[in-house]
């Protein structure tokens, strides 16, 4: 056991941190995407009962109530103020609202001062009324990039690995014909140095542990393929 345990690497270690990726790839995304960014001027009413909004949708018709004392008096605000104004009015979040995938297109292709039919909603049912024009993504704008940012790595953080697997790939031919500190620098990695440790899978108590101090390498003890491609390195 002793033996298993006595030949011991310590490694340089180039971190990419996924909180730099680029906002020049941030908005090639966004102009790919630009619809998920539109922002929609909505009031909505929601309540708990389909058939309370369906009443409540002929009423405002009749102009027996506004739609504005409506929320206010039988509202519930799961998707709004205490006005109605839709808090999150973005089209990808519109979309993560509506159940049915006509009623999305129904409600997003609504005109200004236009009513929709009764939707049903995530939790409840609801009446969107556009009140303005949708506004169109500004790249210049530097909350729409951090918007945008925020949305991939949410719902696209494969489009953040796969850009830093390239750049990993770069640079490991890069190293193969120059220090391996000036190719972390000229691809933007921070350079680690890892003390020398022994392959100790699970950090087992009879072998010195691997150490696990530092975030990008907390999980290396339980990770055979990391442990396995790290040791087998010439």
């Known amino acids: 056991f002793a033996k298993m345990g006595a030949t011991k690497r310590s490694f340089d270690v180039a971190v990419f941190d996924t909180k730099n990726y680029p906002d020049s790839e941030v908005k090639n995304f966004a102009n790919e995407n630009k619809n998920l960014f539109s922002k929609y001027n909505f009031l909505v009413l929601t ?52 159940k049915n995938d006509a009623d999305k297109e129904a409600v997003l ?24 024009e949708k506004k169109e993504i500004n790249l210049t704008e530097k909350n729409t990039v951090d918007l945008v940012r925020k949305y991939i790595e949410d719902y696209e953080f494969g ?49 010195d542990k691997i150490p696990t101090e530092k975030d990008f390498f907390a999980s290396a003890s339980s990770n055979v393929n990391l442990l396995k491609k790290a040791f087998s390195l010439k």
Do not use: H
């Not at 389909?50 to 206010?72: G, P, R």
């Not at 292709?109 to 009140?131: H, M, P, R, W």
């Not at 014909?177 to 003390?195: M, Q, R, W």
């Open 47 to 98: 309540v708990n009962e389909q058939s309370q909004a369906k009443s409540l949708l002929s009423q405002i018709k009749k102009n027996e109530i506004t739609f504005e004392d409506a929320v206010k008096e039988y509202g519930e605000k799961y998707y709004s103020n205490a006005e109605g104004l839709i808090s999150r009015g973005y089209e990808y979040q519109i979309k993560e609202i509506i």
């Open 159 to 207: 489009k953040i690995e796969d850009y830093y697997l390239n750049v990993a790939n770069k640079m490991i031919e890069n190293a193969k014909t120059k220090n391996f500190a000036v190719a972390c620098k000229e691809n933007n990695a921070k350079l680690e140095s890892i003390s020398a440790f022994p392959l100790n899978y699970s950090n087992i108590s009879m072998f």
């Open 109 to 132: 292709s609504l005109k200004v001062n236009e009513l929709s039919d009764v939707v049903q909603t995530a939790t409840g049912y609801s009446i969107f009324n556009c009140t303005a």
